[in-house]
């Protein structure tokens, strides 16, 4: 693999830190190893060089197995972690304030804490089968992606344990999981947003397409805009074809929407890439393609690199507070950082390797294996579940 020009140019390896200004992540080169970011705090091991799934160091409410999604409540900083492989959603009362392995306060999606519960019971009210991301809408309201349910669920506040949710997108009622391709019904949907109107964007991933529900929201209504298909009864990966394109998905996994312009990107696993669209919501247009694309040098290559400039089967996507564009690339065993403008397709920073041409995974607190979501709360702290460690980690003042 080539070096970067700034490695080739001298023995001392140059790793790169950021740091909040008001314009957004800076970057600065620095001589010391300790100047890679590292993260201050993590959850679900006993320390930052274990990552056994379901540590058996720790308690039930203290233990995490393959963790993808995660959530931060603006308003009051309850942290949520979707903690996949024990089918289960775990709550704690301060994002920014935890310790390592604190036990969670909360659990949904099972009655208790207790591990082991596989999705055998059907599907009801206060099962979470296979969850892979959450967020909190503008009431408090907790959504959850249940993937393997085929569905979003919300849980209205107070959270206690094994709560039932009280409304369900995607299926016909809060008992029924059918994988289907039209405008009221999932098929593996894998992550979720609200943009500032109030509508919900779903990645809908087995269905190779991006959905939004208009607000307000109402149990199992139908999608009003579909991305990545010409219709809302489509499904097949690049529209059937063995090249993608500027209209196609296949197998997104991620979005992020920025809640100013209305600017959408998706991470899309299969492909290898991260799309921009500009404003699809309003765009007038009803086979809507994509503006821009990152970690590839076109609409129709599909490639994994190690670069600044590439990705590999890339997994989340979300906005720093000033805008910058942060890409949860997981085979690569990275974070990449994007600044303003986004028209630059080149990473300016790495998180979890010392270089933009290393990709091994690590268990350190400056390390990650296989990083899947991806958050930034409002004082800048960056969290990101690293699934292959079997942890989340919190950066504080990332930026």
């Known amino acids: 693999m080539k070096k970067s020009a700034d490695v080739s140019r001298g023995s001392m390896l140059l790793v790169l830190t950021l740091w909040g200004v008001s314009a957004g992540v800076c970057l600065r080169a620095q001589s010391s190893q300790s100047s890679q970011l590292t993260a ?16 058996p160091a720790l308690s039930p409410s203290q233990q995490l197995c393959h963790p993808v999604g995660v959530a931060v409540n603006s308003a009051n900083g309850l942290l949520f972690v979707a903690d996949g ?5 775990l709550i704690w009362p301060s994002a920014a304030g935890f310790t390592n392995g604190q036990p969670a306060s909360v659990v ?14 059907g599907t009801t009210a206060s099962t979470i089968c296979d969850p892979n991301a959450a967020t909190f809408d503008a009431n408090g309201n907790l959504w959850v992606a249940d993937t393997d349910g085929d569905r979003i669920i919300r849980f209205s506040p107070p ?12 299926q016909r009622d809060l008992t029924t999981s059918i994988c289907g391709d039209d405008a009221r019904t999932l098929c593996s949907p894998r992550d979720l947003a609200f943009d500032g109107s109030g509508n919900l964007w779903v990645v809908d991933s087995d269905n190779n397409r991006v959905l939004v529900f208009r607000a307000p929201l109402r149990n199992s209504e ?6 990545g298909q010409p219709d809302l009864t489509s499904k097949h990966c690049n529209r059937g074809s063995s090249v993608p394109g ?3 998905l296949c197998g997104p996994k991620g979005l992020a929407i920025d809640p100013s312009s209305g600017n959408l990107w998706v991470a899309e696993d299969d492909n290898s890439r991260v799309l921009e669209y500009n404003d699809p919501l309003h765009s007038g247009s009803t086979d809507i393609k994509a503006n821009l694309v990152y970690g590839e040098p076109d609409f129709s290559t599909v490639a994994c690199n190690v670069d600044a400039t590439g990705v590999c089967h890339p997994d989340r996507v979300t906005l720093g507070r000033f805008g910058q564009l942060i890409i949860s690339d997981s085979d690569n065993n990275r974070l990449l950082v994007v600044n303003k403008p986004l028209s630059n397709t080149t990473a300016n920073a ?4 010392p270089n933009f041409t290393s990709n091994t995974p690590t268990t350190t607190a400056s390390g990650l294996a296989g990083p899947k ?26 930026e």
């Open 40 to 55: 201050n705090a993590e959850l679900g091991q006993p320390n930052f060089t274990s990552s056994t799934c379901d540590n």
């Open 85 to 89: 492989d024990n089918n289960r959603g």
């Open 108 to 121: 949904l999606g099972q009655p208790d804490f207790n591990i082991g519960r596989k999705c055998t019971g």
């Open 159 to 170: 959270f206690t344990n094994g709560k039932p949710a009280d409304m369900v997108i995607g």
């Open 222 to 227: 139908a999608a009003t805009l579909v991305i």
């Open 246 to 248: 500027p209209d196609t």
């Open 350 to 353: 790495v998180i979890g390797q």
């Open 373 to 398: 979501g991806i958050k930034v709360d409002s004082s800048g702290n960056l969290y990101s579940t690293d699934e292959d460690n079997n942890r989340l980690l919190r950066y504080n003042k990332a």
